[in-house]
């Protein structure tokens, strides 16, 4: 008993240093993740469904899809896993880590590019290095109908537009025969230069070793 | 409309204004009188013209004050722009008053002009926490509202009391020589003293441009902490009067106890109102022409209310603006809302320039400098230097539990910005002169303390911020696929919390946010704004006016409405063969399209409500009518639009339009949808692989040559792709340049998208007739030759020149001339 839970215990340092949280998150995390999975060693798509809260968020579908992307997941492969263990998931979770306090210029700007490429990746689901209108499309409608007031059209007119924005901008001027592709992952960073995606892109992730956020499911 | 609310609403404030700010030259007035008195007797005949100066003085002398105040301004705001700009306005203003002082000084051997504290207060000051409150960015407000209530509640009571303690001990050991003057004088000092004077703040930070949190952190504290100190003020005011022995623990604990029912009890008070406020606008679609007003008469009486119940009123009114303007805004028709905009800034603004060139006048006065050196120099200093303990001691604390800390720069800038104003001012000029012997050197400390911070920070202030490299404000153009990225945020990270199991902000957010979906808004909004009001939405909205507008403006800036004339033949069957689904919609557009600005409704309710489907087939239309059917000629002339002379400017209490021809309403709205289809055409072809676009561009180019019509027109439409948009439609104007496409999957280069390329080719023998027709711009032929450049249009612009350099400007240009028109199959080619 007591050997494993050592053992465990190394492994989650390790997890820790791998993924840069602090070891009592990875001890908050794997809690969770055996909360969802139930006990069991591996985290599938249905294991997301048992969360209520979730269950209003309109684009679910893409970020569950995200956990299972094998492109998020540092390896340069494509596709989709079915399952996932506890140390992908924590990989996943690490794009939403803060910054750490010091970081430099560099480590910023690859943080950024990193957490760019995730949100790059789940607008781009056929994994082109383009995002088309239609695949943007897709988002943006589902963004908009978490409203209900807006339809379809609407929604396809404001995705068109920001389309626009996007060639707009990155292009420049266009020759009366070009025509915008769609948005590679070079103009995705480049028109969201301005955003501090560094503050944008985080959540807040437990370090004490309460529990008690498990109770409210 | 607009004018006359100001109107109405400036004279309200200058009536309300004038009893006070005039109580110095009451005198004087008296005088006169007595003197008209002795001299009616005298009187032999009627009098033809009487000096009535008495009659008019006050609201004589508040206007003629006023308009010196509005040419300051200009003045200042001249001399910054050429001479130089290191001076922030508020300082100018302030320096500027002391000019002025010394002139009105140099006249009369007094200071017959002061900043009165009633005046201040009632007057003044109100507009400009509206106006600040109003335009509270809300989102940043309340995710950073943690640490301004630190820094406003913690923050000041920890300057008041430092300050006020340091200076008793300094007395105490003998720094200022002989003073009357105690321990508890001296905290009321310092709590008048303590807080950062938002008229001051945003004046500095307006001009420094300083990242948002910053700038939300300093000014949310500037705003709330007034509130904190007027109720310190008044704790520490009871006190004095008490006196020293006769405070007890009970009096202690009831002092804070009155503190936290002031400001809450203030701040509960301004949601009320803001509710009362969002009701009554719910409910005011038939008197559109005045509800602008209830916007400021709803604010100021939660204002003057909160001032009875003895609450804290700046937050009642700050709250008010803050609560009621999302509600307020989608509930109100679009032109009320520009109104109160405009108004709300107007006033802000007027009220700032005054407060600012009285803070100067009001020094000018041998009567209220009593220096002490010791008093003045140690008061500066602590202020200052406890303002930075106080800053950063408090960001140390909350860092650790900042997502995002702030950083050490932001900390300097942010103490370095502890500006006071006119309301330590008038709080000391409030002062009992009976309780408190000093009054008039605590006045003169805090004027000094004020023109110091101003002048002095405020010079220092740009280039310091230059220095630290703070960083500045990005740049606010609102990007469509900014927003959408940050909703897409939103949600995500609100999921990733989910899954981590967490109740963090995210959650908190988002279930208010549900919350204020479901029964909020429900409750204070409109159903129709309701639907309607969502963000993105009216960005999008925006934008695609901004364009429109844009698009009009440069027609217009060439000279006439031709450019919209111009190309009826394009638009004419659109008419024709959908003028019944447009039915819903034209009593809409009829309404006033001449001021573009307010016309935005209009075109609103058309986008988000009537969804008239619309064949994007215009140019197959367009070749059907060139072959069979003549009655167009018919139709055009029903729908050319009279001069514009015809336009008949009515006047009327509460409309004002101008009886417009419907149909140049509906034109200009349809030209200008057309550019943006047209200048979209190429982030639609996003939707293939480029190969095929280019193979299907090739075949287009081909089909043109070959379709030639007798009159050496060619038609882009002969494509095998042609069925899939013969019929298409789609289901409202904003959504119509996309759709088509999309039901076939491929992205095609769509020759519906064509006809503004095609159209003016066509030169349907009836735009001919139509030059020669007597009730079109006898001009247009005259401007034929004018290029009719976009050069305005700045969003979309380069893709729409670029693009199609078939641009619609000049094509409508080029379509109105015969020769050209000849030229038009060359022309046609060389585009391609």
Redesign the interface.
């Known amino acids: 008993m007591g050997g494993s839970q050592s053992g465990r215990v190394h492994v989650f340092q390790d997890l820790a240093d791998k993924t840069g949280f602090s070891i009592e998150q990875v001890r908050n ?1 794997h809690d ?1 993740f055996m ?2 999975t139930k006990d069991e060693d591996t985290l599938r798509r249905e294991h ?1 469904d048992s ?1 209520s ?2 269950a ?5 579908r893409e ?1 569950i899809d995200a ?1 299972f992307d094998k492109r998020n997941l540092g390896q340069n492969e494509v596709g989709c896993l079915q399952e996932i263990e506890f140390e992908e998931f924590l990989t996943i ?1 690490a794009f ?1 880590r ?1 910054l750490k ?1 010091h970081a430099t210029e560099e480590e910023i700007e690859n943080i950024r590019r990193a957490k760019l490429r995730f ?1 790059f990746n ?1 607008h781009d689901t056929d994994n082109d290095g383009i995002i ?3 695949e943007y ?1 897709l ?2 409608e589902k ?2 109908f ?2 209900e ?3 379809s ?2 929604a ?13 901008v990155t ?12 948005i590679t992952f070079e103009h995705f960073l480049q ?2 230069k ?3 995606i560094e ?8 370090d004490t070793t309460t529990v008690q ?2 109770k ?2 | 409309m607009p004018s006359s609310t100001y109107l109405c609403l400036l004279r309200v404030f200058l009536v309300c204004f004038v009893n006070h700010l005039i109580q110095g030259i009451s005198a004087d007035a008296n005088q006169c009188q007595s003197s008209r008195h002795r001299l009616e007797p005298n009187l032999t005949g009627l009098p033809i013209v009487t000096f009535e100066w008495h009659h008019v003085q006050t609201p004589y002398l508040v206007v003629v004050w006023v308009f010196v105040a509005g040419l300051a301004k200009l003045s200042v705001i001249e001399i910054n722009h050429h001479v130089t700009s290191v001076i922030p306005e508020s300082g100018m203003l302030i320096i500027l008053g002391f000019i002025l002082g010394g002139i009105v000084w140099g006249a009369d051997k007094a200071q017959t002009f002061r900043l009165q504290p009633p005046t201040f207060f009632y007057y003044l000051l109100p507009q400009i926490i509206l106006d600040a409150s109003y335009f509270m960015p809300n989102k940043l407000f309340f995710s950073n509202l943690g640490a301004i209530l630190i820094y406003a509640i913690i923050g000041t009571c920890w300057n008041a009391a430092a300050v006020g303690l340091s200076l008793w001990g300094c007395y105490e050991a003998g720094a200022m020589g002989d003073l009357d003057i105690g321990l508890l004088q001296f905290l009321l000092f310092g709590s008048l003293i303590a807080a950062v004077d938002p008229v001051a703040v945003i004046a500095v930070f307006e001009e420094v441009h300083v990242n948002e949190v910053l700038f939300i952190l300093v000014f949310g504290e500037s705003l709330l902490n007034d509130g904190v100190t007027v109720v310190l003020y008044n704790v520490f005011d009871a006190f004095v009067s008490l006196g020293g022995p006769r405070i007890d623990a009970a009096e202690i604990f009831k002092g804070i106890f009155s503190f936290f029912v002031v400001a809450f009890g203030g701040s509960f008070l301004g949601i009320v109102f803001a509710i009362l406020l969002s009701l009554l606008t719910r409910c005011t679609k038939n008197i559109q022409i005045i509800e602008a007003g209830f916007v400021f008469v709803v604010g100021y009486l939660s204002y003057l209310t909160a001032d009875m119940l003895s609450l804290s009123a700046i937050l009642s009114i700050t709250f008010c603006g803050i609560c009621c303007q999302k509600y307020v805004n989608a509930n109100m028709d679009e032109k009320s809302v520009t109104t109160v905009r405009h108004a709300i800034k107007v006033l802000a603004n007027g009220s700032e320039t005054i407060i600012f060139l009285f803070l100067g006048i009001t020094a000018i006065d041998s009567v209220i400098w009593v220096w002490n050196t010791g008093f003045i120099l140690l008061t500066l200093l602590f202020v200052f230097i406890y303002r930075i303990i106080g800053v950063f001691f408090l960001t140390w604390t909350l860092n650790k539990f900042r ?3 702030i950083e050490v720069i932001d900390q300097v800038v942010m103490s370095y910005g502890g500006l006071r104003g006119a309301v330590a001012y008038g709080l000391a000029a409030m002062l009992d002169e009976n309780k408190i012997k000093e009054k008039n050197l605590m006045i003169s400390t805090t004027l000094i303390v004020v023109y110091f911070t101003v002048i002095l920070q405020g010079i220092t202030m740009k280039p310091l911020v230059q220095w630290l490299k703070v960083k500045r404000a ?2 606010t153009d609102l ?4 927003k ?6 939103d ?17 908190w957010t ?1 279930n208010w946010n ?1 919350f204020e ?1 479901k029964y909020i808004s429900w409750l204070l909004m409109k159903p129709k704004a ?5 963000y ?2 009216s960005i ?1 909205h925006k ?2 006016l901004e364009d429109a507008m844009n698009y009009v403006s440069e027609g217009e800036r060439q000279g006439s409405l031709a450019f919209v004339r111009s190309d009826e033949a394009a638009n004419i069957d659109f008419k024709k063969q959908f003028g019944s689904e447009f039915a819903d919609a034209m009593p809409d557009i009829m309404v006033d399209m001449s001021n573009y600005e307010f016309g935005i409704e209009n075109i609103t309710s058309i ?2 409500d009537s ?1 008239p489907s619309v064949s994007l087939d215009i140019h197959e239309q367009d070749m059907k009518n060139l072959v069979d059917d003549f009655n167009a000629h018919h139709l055009l002339q029903q729908h050319l639009y009279r001069s514009r002379k015809h336009h008949r400017h009515k006047y009327s209490r509460s409309h004002f339009s101008i009886n417009q021809s419907e149909d140049e309403v509906q034109e200009i709205f349809q030209r200008t949808m057309r550019s943006r289809l047209e ?9 293939n ?2 190969k095929t ?2 193979k299907h ?1 090739k075949k287009e180019q081909t089909h043109k040559m070959s379709n030639g019509h007798p009159d050496g027109t060619g038609y882009p439409n002969g494509d095998e792709d042609d069925n899939v948009f013969v019929g298409s439609e ?3 104007m ?6 088509d496409t ?1 039901i076939v999957g491929a ?1 095609i ?1 769509n020759p519906a998208f064509m006809p503004d390329m095609g159209t003016p080719m066509q030169s349907p023998p009836w735009l001919m007739e139509i030059e020669m027709d007597t009730s079109v711009a006898p001009s247009q032929r005259a401007q034929r030759h004018l290029p009719w450049t976009p050069t305005r249009l700045r ?2 612009a ?2 729409r ?5 078939t641009d619609s400007f000049l094509m409508a240009d080029v379509s109105l001339t015969l020769d050209v028109h000849e030229e038009q199959p060359q022309r046609d080619n060389a ?2």
């Open positions: 995390l969770r909360y969802l997301f969360i809260y979730l209003f968020n309109p684009i679910r970020i956990f979770l939403f803060p306090p949100l789940m088309t209108l239609d499309r988002v943006v963004l908009l978490s409203y007031t807006i339809d059209e609407n396809k007119a404001i995705s068109d537009a920001a389309m626009l924005e996007v060639a707009s292009m420049g001027q266009m020759d009366p025969d070009e025509f915008y592709e769609g028109i969201l301005g955003l501090e503050t944008k892109m985080h959540i807040r992730f437990l956020c498990l409210k499911e | 997502l995002v800390p990005a740049h990007k469509l696929v900014e959408l990225n940050n909703r897409a945020f949600h995500i990270l609100a999921a990733v919390e989910d899954i981590c199991g967490r109740i963090g902000d995210n959650w988002r549900r979906e309701r639907k309607s009001k969502d993105l939405f999008f934008l695609n986008v988000k969804v200048s979209f055409k190429s982030a639609k072809m996003g939707v692989p480029a676009l280019t561009h789609t289901s409202s904003s959504g119509y340049f996309t759709r999309y992205g280069e969003r979309l380069p893709m020149i670029s693009n199609c350099s585009e391609m």
